[in-house]
């Protein structure tokens, strides 16, 4: 943990714990009176926006300052897609047939997370969307390996509970999708996509915009299953219309396994997986 810095005020926490023992009174009860990071109802509102933008940023940032993480490899995919053992109770067949990349998931998270404590535990750290299905795999598969991972969990009416994998100290949760996608790639040395729904299509493509407008750095990026993705997407259509470059099908890579992947990333060239 990072030490507090001494200074001659009283901290904020301070001024907090004297205001219990103030007298009550027509004044001291109006809300007009609470301190105002003390007030929620205050930072609640439309104008406090920018603030708790701010704070969703700040919170994670220093967290994971403070543990000493400086780069990360992010895992999107399904929350649908269950455990193999669960696959006959699948909600229809082909979630029970993509039951198997649950399995493939926790194996890739275990090798990046086993190469990340032989390292000292501070690079190539898992990140998922801390929720169910292929992100509980992912953390599940890092806890496998002695390490640790994150979860980066987002408030919404289902699906969105804390797996029990995510090392409790990293599991954060946010309001805003923006702040959150950009905790998922301010670390980032390689992203993995395994099959999912919208969100893990809207994660993919903002991922995959931002390198092809060379907005963020070339990095290892993996679409697990390949059939899955080219009967969803007809990716040579998109090259073939002109809405997109023939190159731009060069920016990611198909892996069936979790040791595919692993070559693919071991075989990028060296700068483009190093922070800058």
């Known amino acids: 943990m990072t030490e507090q810095k001494l200074h001659p005020f009283p901290d904020a926490g301070q001024d907090i714990r004297t205001l219990d023992d103030t007298p009550e009174t027509a004044q001291t009860r109006h809300p007009a009176y609470r301190l105002g990071f003390a007030d929620d109802d205050f930072m ?3 104008d406090l926006r920018p603030v708790r933008l701010q704070l969703e940023l700040l ?8 543990r000493g993480i400086t780069s990360t490899v992010v895992m999107f995919g ?6 193999p053992e669960s696959a006959h109770r699948a909600r229809t067949e082909t979630l029970g047939q993509l039951s198997r990349f649950y399995d493939i998931a926790r194996e890739f998270a275990r090798r990046v997370t086993e190469r990340s404590v032989a390292g000292g535990g501070h690079e190539n750290v898992i990140v998922t969307g801390g929720g169910p299905g292929v992100m509980e795999a992912g953390n599940r598969g890092a806890q496998d390996a002695g390490g640790v991972s994150i979860g980066l969990n987002i408030v919404l009416p289902r699906e969105q509970v804390p797996n029990a994998f995510i090392t409790p100290e990293l599991c954060f949760n946010f309001h805003y999708f923006a702040i959150r996608k950009m905790h998922f790639l301010m670390r980032a040395r390689a992203i993995v996509v395994f099959p999912g729904g919208f969100g893990t299509l809207d994660e993919l493509f903002e991922a995959l915009t931002l390198i092809q407008t060379k907005r963020m750095r070339p ?10 993705w080219t009967r969803i997407i007809n990716w040579q259509a998109l090259a073939e219309a002109g809405t997109i470059n023939p190159e731009d099908l060069e920016l990611f890579h198909f ?3 979790a040791q595919e992947a692993m070559a693919i990333i071991d075989s990028f060239p060296a700068e483009t997986t190093k922070n800058t």
Do not use: C, V, Y
Not at 78 to 83: C, E, T
Not at 219 to 228: A, E, K, T, V, W
């Open 78 to 83: 399904g929350a649908r897609i269950p455990q």
């Open 44 to 46: 609640l509102r439309d």
């Open 59 to 66: 919170k994670p940032e220093i967290l994971m300052n403070e």
């Open 219 to 228: 990095m290892p990026f993996i679409l697990f299953g390949r059939d899955f």
């Open 255 to 257: 892996a069936e396994t």
